[in-house]
């Protein structure tokens, strides 16, 4: 394939070549996963080699100098070249001009605040998101004097009402985690950029292959890229992309804080995107099955995806989630938290992991806010709500197994099983 370098901005893929070969803008979604980032020239591995190196060599300081010059990484914070070849192929995927991957995606969440807000700014995030992102915003932003409120993101007027004049970002998740609420980024963005703000998505749960918040009017857009993106239970990287000028910031934050991601990790996350446009469709469309056999048994209360009809805003996920609603789902048993744990011991083929985003169907109790207890931090996950990571498996294998485990719940006899617990005898933390 002939034409213009794969990253939108045109810069090295990261093998010392400019990349000559993309395909046209227009190609599929799926096409484009298949080829983004890859290297260029007349002659290019067909796989980016895995470069396990902390830095580059030269001959001597002039050559050194000359190659800085042309912005070539030299060191490993500099962005090695599966790092790089990353970066161009999510900035692609995700419409954006550039992108930074770093090792986790707390890790780019936490960068993407440090780059851009200060002290006496005001965040707005998003309500039943991520645990992780309120308590790094409540646990550690407050202490340098950034202050946060919490506000419904399907409902711009709420996220409104949440601004003060000292707002500069708000964070919202496409589809929460694990309140499964689909953020109206559209609505949202008009609200934010009327008061000069900046909107930031978190995308991890839909993808770039369900949905490209940027295209949507958000400035910039984050992942957990070791989930869906990477998809093999198997790697840990996070990826913030968008405009060059708001990257060129994160990343120069993420060379003086230093969370960079290993080569391997890199080259497993971008070999993961390849096949990300068959995953999520087969995923997508199993886990709508399994919502649907969900909520038609007795022993489940309710169920939460995206992809079900929602009174409130019926035409959200219709303009949001065109080709899918993403392979992630919570749900409610009417025996409440025992049965919970009875029905994670009654599956025959899903395990309780505490991830989510991988080959493997997956269940587990939701993050949970820590509760102090004597002396140290307490988590413990277990409630009525479920949440399910649907994998690759055949969803009528799947569906089996969930009507099994939901046909023996007796609400009326609770199991006294406790939850499941790590080695050291703590339940499992979740993410
Ligand atoms: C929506 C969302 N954002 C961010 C994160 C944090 O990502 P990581 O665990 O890679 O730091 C997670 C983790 O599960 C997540 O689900």
Same mark, same amino acid.
């Given at each position: 394939?002939?034409?213009?370098?794969?990253?939108?901005?045109?810069?090295?893929?990261? !093998?010392?070549?400019?990349?000559?070969?993309?395909?046209?803008?227009?190609?599929?979604?799926?096409t484009?996963?298949?080829?983004?980032?890859?290297?260029?020239?007349?002659?290019?591995p067909?796989?980016?080699?895995?470069?396990?190196?902390?830095?580059?060599?030269?001959?001597?300081?002039?050559?050194?100098?000359?190659?800085?010059?042309?912005?070539?990484?030299?060191?490993?914070?500099?962005?090695?070249?599966?790092?790089?070849?990353?970066?161009?192929?999510?900035?692609?995927?995700?419409?954006?001009?550039?992108?930074?991957?770093?090792?986790?995606?707390?890790?780019?969440?936490?960068?993407?605040l440090?780059?851009?807000?200060?002290?006496?700014?005001?965040?707005?995030l !998003?309500?039943?998101?991520?645990?992780d992102?309120?308590?790094?915003?409540?646990?550690?932003?407050?202490?340098?004097g950034?202050?946060?409120?919490i506000?419904a993101?399907?409902? $711009?007027?709420?996220?409104?009402a949440?601004?003060?004049?000292?707002?500069?970002?708000?964070?919202?998740?496409?589809?929460? !985690?694990?309140?499964?609420?689909?953020?109206?980024?559209p609505?949202?963005?008009?609200?934010?950029?009327?008061?000069?703000?900046?909107?930031v998505?978190?995308?991890t749960f839909?993808?770039?292959?369900?949905?490209?918040?940027?295209?949507?009017?958000?400035?910039l857009?984050?992942?957990?890229?070791?989930?869906?993106?990477?998809?093999?239970?198997?790697?840990?990287?996070?990826v913030v992309a968008?405009?060059?000028?708001l990257?060129?910031?994160i990343?120069?934050?993420?060379?003086?804080?230093?969370?960079?991601?290993?080569?391997?990790?890199?080259?497993?996350?971008?070999?993961?995107?390849?096949?990300?446009?068959?995953?999520?469709?087969?995923?997508?469309?199993?886990?709508?099955?399994?919502?649907?056999?969900?909520?038609d048994h007795?022993?489940?209360?309710?169920?939460?995806?995206?992809?079900?009809?929602?009174?409130?805003?019926?035409?959200?996920?219709?303009?949001?989630?065109?080709?899918?609603?993403?392979?992630l789902?919570?749900?409610?048993l009417?025996?409440?938290t025992?049965?919970?744990?009875?029905?994670?011991?009654?599956?025959?083929?899903?395990?309780y992991?505490?991830?989510?985003?991988?080959?493997?169907?997956?269940?587990?109790?939701?993050?949970?806010p $820590?509760?102090?207890?004597?002396?140290?931090?307490?988590?413990?996950?277990?409630?009525?709500?479920?949440?399910?990571?649907?994998?690759?498996?055949?969803?009528?294998d799947?569906?089996?197994?969930?009507?099994?485990?939901?046909?023996?719940?007796?609400?009326?006899?609770?199991?006294t099983?406790?939850?499941?617990?790590?080695? !050291?005898?703590?339940?499992?933390?979740?993410?």
């Amino acid at each position: 394939m002939k034409g213009t370098s794969d990253r939108p901005d045109g810069q090295d893929t990261g !093998n010392g070549q400019p990349d000559e070969g993309s395909f046209a803008p227009d190609a599929s979604f799926r096409t484009r996963a298949v080829h983004a980032g890859r290297a260029g020239g007349p002659v290019r591995p067909v796989s980016v080699p895995i470069v396990q190196t902390t830095a580059y060599a030269y001959a001597d300081a002039g050559i050194a100098e000359a190659v800085a010059m042309t912005g070539q990484p030299m060191y490993a914070r500099d962005g090695m070249p599966n790092v790089l070849a990353l970066e161009g192929a999510v900035a692609e995927l995700e419409g954006a001009a550039d992108a930074h991957a770093v090792a986790s995606g707390m890790a780019a969440i936490s960068l993407t605040l440090l780059a851009l807000l200060s002290a006496g700014d005001h965040v707005v995030l !998003n309500a039943g998101g991520y645990q992780d992102t309120v308590s790094l915003l409540h646990e550690h932003l407050t202490r340098f004097g950034i202050d946060v409120t919490i506000a419904a993101s399907n409902d $711009p007027d709420a996220v409104a009402a949440a601004m003060t004049p000292a707002t500069r970002l708000v964070l919202a998740e496409t589809i929460s !985690n694990p309140g499964m609420v689909l953020t109206d980024v559209p609505g949202i963005a008009t609200v934010v950029h009327r008061a000069g703000a900046r909107l930031v998505v978190d995308n991890t749960f839909a993808t770039p292959a369900l949905c490209r918040p940027l295209g949507h009017g958000a400035d910039l857009v984050i992942h957990s890229a070791g989930k869906f993106l990477g998809g093999h239970h198997d790697a840990t990287g996070g990826v913030v992309a968008g405009p060059a000028p708001l990257i060129d910031a994160i990343r120069r934050a993420g060379f003086l804080f230093g969370p960079i991601l290993s080569p391997l990790d890199a080259w497993l996350i971008l070999r993961g995107i390849r096949t990300l446009a068959p995953r999520i469709t087969w995923m997508s469309a199993s886990a709508a099955r399994i919502a649907g056999a969900l909520a038609d048994h007795p022993a489940v209360r309710a169920v939460r995806y995206p992809g079900l009809p929602d009174p409130d805003r019926p035409s959200l996920a219709g303009a949001m989630l065109p080709r899918g609603a993403g392979a992630l789902l919570a749900f409610d048993l009417a025996g409440g938290t025992e049965a919970a744990v009875a029905f994670t011991r009654h599956l025959r083929t899903i395990p309780y992991v505490a991830s989510v985003g991988g080959t493997e169907t997956t269940v587990s109790f939701p993050p949970q806010p $820590p509760t102090q207890g004597p002396g140290e931090i307490v988590r413990d996950h277990r409630c009525a709500t479920l949440r399910m990571s649907v994998g690759l498996e055949d969803p009528a294998d799947l569906i089996a197994d969930i009507a099994q485990a939901l046909d023996r719940l007796d609400p009326l006899a609770p199991s006294t099983r406790h939850g499941p617990t790590a080695a !050291n005898g703590r339940p499992h933390e979740t993410s």
